[in-house]
């Protein structure tokens, strides 16, 4: 099967700052790209789709100031969530499609916000 | 915005044949059904995919019936390792899913 990659896996950031996670799709291209968090014993939560070359569509009360997606390839789409806080802690998740019915997810990014 | 719904848990031993039904009443004609396994602190792995009567993989079944209203992942003899959450997902070919709760599959010794 394709393989989504995603970068880094775990990462510590302070309150304030900004930090980007990578998904990256490794055998294939991928049309558009997926963006997920999920809380604790929660279920995903799409956060926004992404296509090659266009603006992100977000999902209704999902800050696009504060979830900046740049789908710059076809290989790469990145979430920068900018200036965090402790509430943005969460377990971000990237899947990918190639216009076929199976999606391809990425393994996660812990985001913790001291 | 979840399509689907879906016991939120169930218990087997192992050894057993478990079966997690979904209800997906309002499935368009270009929705295909797909049931994903997750595991504490990773990404959802693809199980199965189906869009009518039954496929059969190496590691688990599905069963649809001639509406499409619902939809059954059967787990042939499962261990203890295949306790995780599963999400049956409805969805063209542009995979724009919206999850559940999915159902936490408890196996017990």
């Known amino acids: 099967g394709a393989v989504v990659s995603q970068h880094p896996s775990r990462v510590i950031c302070k309150s304030g700052t900004s930090v980007k996670i990578e998904c990256r799709s490794l055998?294939?291209?991928?049309?558009?790209m997926f963006w997920y968090r999920q809380f604790p014993k929660k279920s995903l939560m799409l956060m926004a789709t992404s296509n090659e070359g266009s603006k992100a569509t977000y999902e209704q009360g999902v800050e696009k100031d504060k979830f900046l997606i740049n789908h710059a390839s076809l290989t790469l789409s990145t979430l920068t969530v900018t200036s965090a806080h402790p509430e943005d802690s969460s377990f971000y998740i990237c899947?990918?499609?190639?216009?076929?019915?199976?999606?391809?997810f990425g393994q996660g990014t812990r985001l913790t916000v001291v | 915005l979840a399509k689907t719904t879906q016991p939120i848990s169930m218990d087997s031993y192992e050894g057993q044949e478990v079966n997690i039904t979904c209800s997906h009443n309002n499935i368009a004609t270009n929705d295909y059904i797909t049931w994903y396994q997750q595991f504490p602190s990773q990404g959802p792995r693809f199980i199965i995919q189906g869009y009518k009567t039954k496929v059969t993989n190496e590691v688990a079944s599905l069963f649809i019936p001639a509406d499409r209203k619902s939809s059954t992942l059967s787990l042939p003899r499962v261990s203890l390792s295949d306790t995780a959450v599963y999400y049956c997902l409805v969805a063209d070919n542009f995979n724009k899913f919206y999850f559940g709760s999915g159902t936490k599959l408890n196996v017990k010794p």
């Open positions: 055998d294939f291209q991928a049309t558009t």
């Open positions: 899947s990918a499609s190639r216009g076929e019915a199976e999606a391809f």
